[in-house]
């Protein structure tokens, strides 16, 4: 991007862009892979997301270490502590970003978690 006042938008398509970078800060959301499954444990899901922000990170030449801040929504409160014990794995010798944690119920019964992120976008974006 030549222009970091300019928004860039990538992996566009009728409904959304699932990402966006402005004035230096990509800004997307992440979600476990679809077909949701009904037997997808919280484990699974997480790895999932986490495989998935990784990819998303490398698209603008970021790693999980450029993170800035991450809303975690989890579909059900007693997914919490086996949650925080993934995300402190993940983050093992990174310093971990700022973060919220919320409960809700999200946009498809099966899907367990949801994140939006907010990183900094390294010199590919």
């Known amino acids: 991007m030549t222009n970091p006042l300019q928004i860039e938008r990538k992996l566009t398509d009728k409904k959304m862009s699932k990402m966006s970078i402005y004035n230096g800060v990509a800004y997307f959301a992440a979600t476990p892979d679809r077909p949701f499954d009904t037997a997808d444990t919280i484990n699974s899901q997480?790895?999932?997301?986490?495989?998935?922000?990784?990819?998303?990170?490398?698209?603008?030449?970021?790693?999980?270490?450029?993170?800035?801040?991450?809303?975690?929504?989890?579909?059900?409160?007693?997914?919490?502590?086996?949650?925080?014990?993934?995300?402190?794995?993940?983050?093992?010798g990174v310093t971990p970003p700022s973060r919220a944690?919320?409960?809700?119920?999200?946009?498809?019964?099966?899907?367990?978690?949801?994140?939006?992120?907010?990183a900094r976008a390294g010199d590919a974006a």
Not at 60 to 85: M, P, R
């Open 46 to 92: 997480a790895k999932q997301i986490f495989a998935r922000v990784e990819e998303r990170l490398a698209m603008v030449g970021s790693t999980k270490a450029d993170l800035l801040f991450v809303t975690i929504i989890l579909s059900d409160k007693s997914y919490l502590t086996q949650f925080n014990e993934l995300w402190e794995a993940w983050f093992e």
């Open 101 to 118: 944690c919320l409960f809700a119920e999200l946009t498809n019964p099966d899907m367990k978690i949801e994140f939006i992120m907010h």
